[in-house]
């Protein structure tokens, strides 16, 4: 089954730490997202890349990093500048061209957590 | 620029009851509007789609009509059931840009009761 995967379920980070959540795809989509989600405010973009070795800050892009070597593959580090990163991270795939490619599909997601 | 402004909530509504949850939207052109389902501890899932003006989209019971004249895409469901308690995201993507990423709602928490 084709789909989205995100690992790990949950992440733990210690101050000062940098931490990466995986994301993997094998939709053969484009475009790949990171959303952050936090209680009552909805998803915020983070980071986005429409094709391989490329990638464009969302509106919430302080404190992160990103990745594309692959098209299967979207890396998203946490770092230690990104303050309050305690929220539920969703990672996202669309096609780039031809229909259905205004549709995003997304992960399970990782919830990570500040010890 | 472009926004989504959906009903706060929690809705709670007891089983069969019908559902209606709000969105409006703001957009410079003519987006495509989605609804998606978030179950706790999940990611989300696509609920339904429409792409033009007048289209409905329709799942598993759940509708939504795409009104440009009010600017409105409300999610309506006739007989809500106990399993369709999760959050409920409102969005638009703008049809220029493929590739750019969804607005979202801040979502509206429906909780239904036996």
């Known amino acids: 089954d084709g789909g989205i995967t995100q690992s790990p379920k949950y992440l733990f980070r210690k101050e000062g730490q940098n931490v990466t959540l995986s994301c993997e795809q094998n939709?053969?989509?484009?475009?790949m997202y990171w959303y952050r989600q936090d209680p009552g405010q909805g998803l915020r973009l983070i980071y986005y890349s429409q094709i391989v070795n490329d990638f464009q800050k969302g509106d919430i892009a302080e404190g992160y990093s990103v990745s594309r070597e692959k098209k299967e593959s979207f890396p998203l580090t946490v770092t230690s500048a990104q303050k309050n990163p305690t929220a539920f991270y969703l990672c996202?795939?669309?096609?780039?061209?031809?229909?259905?490619?205004?549709?995003?599909?997304f992960g399970p997601g990782t919830r990570l957590l500040v010890l | 620029g472009d926004s989504v402004t959906q009903m706060e909530g929690p809705v709670t509504l007891s089983e069969e009851a019908f559902l209606t949850i709000n969105c409006t939207y703001t957009a410079t052109g003519y987006p495509s509007l989605f609804w998606y389902v978030q179950y706790p501890g999940e990611g989300l899932q696509l609920l339904l789609k429409a792409t033009k003006a007048d289209d409905k989209g329709s799942n598993k019971g759940f509708e939504a009509t795409y009104r440009k004249e009010t600017t409105s895409f409300h999610l309506e469901k006739g007989s809500v059931q106990v399993s369709d308690s999760a959050v409920y995201f409102c969005a638009l993507s703008d049809p220029s840009q493929a590739g750019t990423a969804l607005i979202f709602g801040k979502g509206t928490t429906l909780s239904v009761s036996s």
């Open positions: 939709l053969n989509h484009d475009a």
């Open positions: 996202a795939s669309s096609v780039n061209r031809g229909p259905p490619w205004e549709t995003q599909y």
